[in-house]
Each structure stands twice: as structure tokens, then as C-alpha cells.
């Protein structure tokens, strides 16, 4: 028994040091060290968003934030009719930590809840009761609205004009990316940056 | 008089092509891609195609403006290459892409100062191309 409980002991720790240190804290994603951070600014009811989030940022988020090689910021901006609800939602399932699968569904949703504004409505029907209990326990939280200005203070501060907006950061160095990117392209130019990398 | 003008306008236009192909090459290819890539006009194959061939495909031809050689085979292409770049921006913005028009590395956003700037070189390159061709023709008849 003792023997069992020290193999595991030594097993999580063997594990600890293998695989990178994958931090979901919020709306961050991936090792605090990683050589590449990518910041994204999104709204979560414009379509364009919607299509960079799943054909763009899904396949970014398996092969290189879990990987360990970039870490992954989003923040929201506000700009459509319904944009201000999601957020709200958006930001108390981060500190729910279920940001990334609520982004998923709203952004698959988005047809749905941006011509009602019924952003609990499509949440509900993909996320379990426990996970809609977990988001609305923050839905008031004071952090809910200093998150929300927090981050649009950042979109006038890096002048994002439209979005999806990507700022794609390694060594001091931006590249700002002003639209949608496809994933073939913008792992090219990833690649390439880590390449560089130690 | 008309010389002299077209020699001003073929020279402005010939520097513009270097500068930017110049801020094209001075970063990886892959970055100048991104740029391409959010026009999403072309496929992958056609994004790294024009990512990689534009910047150079540009010095020459700013360079060859510059030198004023076979200029009516150059003017017409610049032209064209300006006039494509026009509708693609145009497009873009007619869209709301709200994308960066990549013309000289980042941060100019596609949108009526672009579009009116890019107007104004193609209707120069038409004007060189009118131009050459016109002095070519002068030339072939005096010869004759």
C-alpha cells in the first residue's frame, strides 16, 4: 500500500516535470513561459470572431497553447447589440474557469442568441446544470465589470479598430494581425518564430 | 515637357515599388502571408505563392521604372499589379474586414485614405503607360 502511494508520489512528480506547465487562469491559456504569447481580442457576437475562434484558434489551442509553445490571452470588446450580455457571461465563466468551453458554445451558438439576446438560453443548452450554477454564481461579481473595462481599456490602448484583432508577441517584438487568419497561415509564421526559440 | 513629367511620375512610382518591397523583405515571408491571408481571397498554396514572389516581383519593377527600360512592357504591368491591389482592397472594404491593407508592412488599415492613395498611383502608372507607349510609337515613326 505504502509502496503503491510513493510510486504515485514519484509518478505525478516525473509527469510535473515532463509536461509543460499549462496555466488556465481565466481567460489565459498555456505556460507562463512559453517563447510566444498571442493576445486576441474578440467580440463574442461578431462573426467574423465566430469563425476565427473555431476554424483559427481551436486547432491553435491543441497544438500550441497545450503544447506549451504560446500562451493565450483573450480579451472582449463590446461592439454589437448583445456583445455587453456575453461578456458578462464570458467573464464570470472564466472565473468559473469554464471559459474555453463556454467560448465554444456561444461562438457555435452565435446565430442563435445574437438575433435574441439570450446568451443564458444557448449556454444552458450545451453546458450541464452544475457548470450554468458555477457562471452564475459570478454573474454579479464585482470583478464581472472591471474585467469588462479592463479590457476595453487595453482595445484603446493598442488602438484595435475591428475584430478579431491578434497581437502576436516574441522576444519584444509585435505582429499585430488585423482580421481572420487561416490556421495554416498563421502556423507558418509560429513555426517560424520558434524556430528561432531556445 | 510631358518628358520630363513622365519622368517624374515614372521615378515616384518606381521608388514606391522598392519601398515596398523593401518593408516586405526586411521580415520573414510568413509575416507578409498573414497580411495577404486576411483578404481571404486566396487559398493556402496561393497565399504563400504571392507571399513569397510579390515583394521581389515589386523591387524589379521598381527598379526597371526607375531605369525607364522597356517601359512599355513595365508601365502596363504596374498598372495592372496597382489596379488589382485597388479591387482587392476595395473589396475588403466594401466587406467591413476592417483588415490591415499590408501595402507597406503593418498598421495602415484598409478604408478611403488607402483606397484614394492607391487610386491616385494607378491613374500615375496609367498615365506612364499612355505615355511610353506614345513615345514608342513616335520613335518607331521617325525611324520609319
Known amino acids: ?198 | 515637357m510631358r518628358v520630363r513629367v513622365q519622368l517624374i511620375a515614372r521615378c515616384v512610382l518606381g521608388f514606391v515599388f522598392v519601398y515596398a518591397a523593401w518593408t516586405k523583405l526586411a521580415q520573414p515571408w510568413e509575416r507578409f502571408a498573414l497580411a495577404v491571408d486576411s483578404y481571404r481571397l486566396l487559398p493556402e498554396w496561393g497565399v504563400i505563392a504571392v507571399a513569397r514572389t510579390l515583394p521581389w516581383l515589386e523591387l524589379l519593377l521598381g527598379l526597371l521604372l526607375v531605369a525607364g527600360w522597356q517601359l512599355h512592357y513595365v508601365a502596363p504591368l504596374v498598372t495592372a499589379l496597382l489596379a488589382g491591389f485597388w479591387v482587392a482592397m476595395l473589396r475588403a472594404y466594401l466587406q467591413g474586414l476592417g483588415i490591415d491593407c499590408g501595402c507597406f508592412g503593418v498598421g495602415q488599415a484598409v478604408g478611403p485614405a488607402t483606397l484614394l492613395r492607391d487610386a491616385l498611383l494607378v491613374v500615375l502608372a496609367g498615365f506612364v503607360t499612355v505615355e511610353a507607349f506614345r513615345v514608342r510609337r513616335a520613335s518607331s515613326a521617325s525611324a520609319a
Open chain 1, 1 to 198: 500500500m505504502r509502496t503503491a502511494f510513493w510510486l504515485c508520489v514519484l509518478l505525478g512528480l516525473l509527469a510535473l516535470a515532463v509536461l509543460p506547465a499549462v496555466a488556465q487562469q481565466g481567460k489565459r491559456f498555456g505556460a507562463l513561459d512559453a517563447p510566444v504569447t498571442v493576445e486576441v481580442f474578440s467580440d463574442m457576437q461578431c462573426p467574423a470572431c465566430a469563425a476565427y475562434h473555431l476554424e483559427t484558434l481551436r486547432p491553435l489551442m491543441k497544438d500550441y497553447v497545450a503544447t506549451g509553445k504560446v500562451f493565450l490571452t483573450f480579451r472582449l470588446t463590446v461592439n454589437h447589440r448583445h456583445s455587453y450580455r456575453a461578456a458578462r457571461y464570458m467573464n464570470a465563466a472564466a472565473l468559473a474557469g469554464l471559459f474555453e468551453k463556454a467560448s465554444e458554445v456561444l461562438f457555435e451558438k452565435q446565430k442563435q442568441w445574437s438575433e435574441t439576446g439570450d446568451v443564458e438560453a444557448a449556454l444552458a443548452s450545451a453546458l450541464t446544470e452544475a457548470e450554468m450554477a458555477r457562471i452564475r454564481e459570478h454573474l454579479d461579481a464585482q470583478e464581472i465589470e472591471q474585467a469588462i473595462e479592463a479590457d476595453r481599456a487595453l482595445a484603446r490602448t493598442f488602438q484595435v479598430r475591428s475584430t478579431p484583432t491578434t497581437f502576436i508577441r516574441y522576444r519584444g517584438e509585435t505582429t499585430p494581425v488585423v482580421g481572420v487568419v487561416s490556421y495554416a497561415i498563421l502556423r507558418r509564421y509560429l513555426d517560424r518564430l520558434l524556430e528561432g526559440s531556445p
